[in-house]
Structure formats: C-alpha cells, structure tokens
C-alpha cells in the first residue's frame, strides 16, 4: 500500500478536491502506474457535472493520462517495472470476440465492472481515511499512482515524451484516428465543432490527403488552430448567417465526402448527413448525445448510399495500434505542441475545468513532475 496525491470528485457539481489517498497494491492481472501528466478531456466534465451515467461517486477523473509501472501483480506478463505506458478507457484483452475481429476496436471484457468504478475484481484500490473512492473509465489518471488492469495498458517507446504523449489516451487518437480511418486523398471533409476533437480530426484529414477541410462551430476561439491543422474554410453558424448546410453544399458542389460530428447535439447529427455528397458520403458521429436521444433523418439518403457510421477512440485498437501511431508523432507528422494550450499543477485541476467551460483552452495538461 502507497500513498498518492489525486483529484477527488465527492459529488457532481462541486470542486475537486485535492487529497491524500492510500492507494492497495496490484491485484492479479492489475499494475500499479505512476503518473506524468494527464490531460483534461470533456468526458471528465460530464463526471464533473453529474451527465456521465458511468460516473460513481466519490470518484478520481481522468483519463488522458502517460507514466510509468512501479509495481506489476501476479500473472502479469506483458509489462515490466519502468515501461512507459498510456492508459486505455478501452482495454485490448486480445482474446475475446471484438479483439479477434479487425472490424471494431471495442473490448468488453471488463466494461461492467469499469463502468461501475471498480477493478475486475469488483473493489476499488483507492481510499480516503476507510472509505472507498471509485476509479473512473478505468484509467482514474487525475491522482499521482493510479492501479489499471494490464489489458488496459498500452506500453509505449521510452524516448516519446510522457508530458505530450499524454494526449494519445484520448483527444489525438480519438480525433487523428477516425480521420485517418475514414478520410481518402482527394476527399472534401467538413468538421463540425472544433474542440480538442475537432481540431485533431482537421490534422488528421490533411494527413489522409484531403483536399478541403471546412470547420463549422459557433465560435471563432479555434480557427487559428484548426487552419494551422490544415482547416481550409471556416463556417460559423448563427441566427444572421446561412445555414451551414447550404454552406457546405455551396463550397464543395454538392456536399462533402465525409462529415464528423463532434459536439453530440442532434440537430448537428443531422445536419452531418444532409452535408454528405448523395450516393457515397459518410457522415461519421463521435460527439456523445444526451442519453435516450433519437436521431431522425429521412432514410432515402441511406438508401441511395450516404452512411452513418460512429467511431470510438479513433478505431485503434489501444495496445497493439497506439505504438504505431505514437511512432507518427515522434516523426513529425502528428503535432502535439500547439493543441496544449495550459500546463497545470494537480492544485489547478479546477481551473483547467473553468477554462474548458469557457472555451479557452484546447488541451490542459496536468503534471506530477
Ligand atoms: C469518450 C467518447 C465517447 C464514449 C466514452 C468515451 N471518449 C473520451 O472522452
Ligand atoms: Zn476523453
């Protein structure tokens, strides 16, 4: 048993509060990490605000994060004291249906038990004084040691920087991977909603060898970073301004090869699909909806070929695809640098949560070291 210091949610809508916690040793098949940095992702507000319906309370957040193993429990054979590692929300256990199949990167294995703040065994490594606090997507990277199931951990190379390579555990192969995966050369992409998905979608395409990029959000904050990522034209929509669809089918003549939703409301979704070329365009949803919403569009578009697809942590497969990716960045083609707009201490968690409400942050990235 060790102590840590970490960010405690104790209930929805109040600050984190920073704490000394003591955290149990690895379990069987479990590795104890420390923590580098840990960037601040949307998904963690939702747990914040009490709209993540996986969220249990008190919980740790955080799950963005890059360390290294200080401690592996009894059976673990993949992973050695010192490997650097990222944390994965989605775990690669290799054996199961979903990771035999090359068409998802979904693993199962442990989503119930992960989703009610607990590790595989059905108990939480965290305590504060005698209570239990829950872990959070499996990762809890907002505290200094954290324990995740060796399934759930993506052993990186040891020259790629913790403090940048943070980003991979979500936001960059969330956004960089389902452009890389969707995106053709030559193909016209719209972007709807440019936060730290968004933008990563934008250099992904131009990655992919798209020919136009437009982004579309109702604020003006991103451009410079999206254009810097490769973002050709800008919409931003409003009561005095055309309708963004028209927009779109205007600029590209007649809509674009491939539309991503990144904001998760509906009447954005929509408006994904009626952006997309007839015939082949595919309009790709990664923004998370408000739980029980329907979707409605008019199925004809479907039928004559549009497609509606959704994609998850970029389609990669988080321990066998992430080293791959990471080796992109590392030759310069995945840009990290200008997407950290704040380096954080623990202490100002909170502010780094007030400056993604307000817009003015891409990615903070909060560092133990
Ligand atoms: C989210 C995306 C939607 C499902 C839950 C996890 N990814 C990271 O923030
Ligand atoms: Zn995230």
Redesign the pocket.
């Known amino acids: 048993m060790i102590k840590t210091t970490a960010a405690i949610c104790v209930a929805p809508n109040v600050p984190l509060e920073i704490d000394t916690l003591t955290v149990d040793g690895p379990g069987p098949g479990e590795v104890l990490v420390e923590i580098v940095a840990s960037g601040l992702?949307?998904?963690d507000l939702t747990a914040l605000e009490g709209v993540n319906a996986s969220s249990v309370y008190p919980l740790i957040p955080g799950?963005e994060g890059a360390g290294r193993v200080v401690e592996v429990g009894l059976g673990v054979t993949t992973l050695c004291i010192d490997d650097h590692v990222i944390p994965l929300?989605g775990p690669e256990c290799g054996e199961c249906s979903m990771c035999r199949s090359k068409r998802t990167n979904l693993c199962w294995t442990i989503k119930p038990t992960r989703d009610r703040g607990v590790m595989p065994d059905g108990t939480s490594r965290f305590m504060r004084g005698n209570k239990p606090v829950h872990h959070f997507m499996g990762t809890s990277t907002l505290s200094r040691y954290t324990v995740v199931p060796e399934i759930a951990l993506a052993k990186i190379r040891k020259d790629a920087p913790l403090d940048k390579v943070c980003l991979f555990g979500?936001g960059v192969t969330?956004g960089v991977g389902a452009a890389l995966a969707h995106v053709r050369p030559g193909d016209k992409v719209a972007v709807f909603g440019l936060g730290g998905i968004g933008v990563n979608i934008i250099q992904g395409a131009r990655i992919a060898g798209a020919s136009r990029i437009i982004g579309i959000d109702i604020s003006s904050a991103k451009t410079e970073l999206a254009t810097s990522y490769g973002m050709t034209d800008f919409i931003r929509p409003g009561p005095d301004a055309p309708d963004p669809v028209v927009a779109i089918r205007d600029l590209t003549g007649g809509g674009v090869d491939v539309a991503f939703e990144c904001t998760g409301v509906l009447g954005v979704m929509r408006q994904s699909l009626d952006c997309c070329v007839p015939a082949w365009g595919v309009s790709v949803l990664l923004g998370?909806e408000p739980s029980g919403s329907e979707l409605s569009f008019p199925p004809v578009q479907v039928r004559y070929g549009k497609s509606i697809v959704g994609s998850?942590?970029g389609g990669i497969k988080g321990r066998t695809g992430l080293p791959g990716l990471i080796d992109r960045f590392m030759e310069g083609e995945i840009d990290l640098d200008r997407q950290i707009t704040h380096r954080l201490q623990l202490h100002e968690v909170n502010e780094g949560f007030h400056l993604m409400k307000q817009g003015k942050s891409v990615r903070s990235v909060v560092m133990f070291e």
Do not use: A, I, M
């Open positions: 992702c949307h998904t799950h929300y979500c969330t998370v998850y942590f």
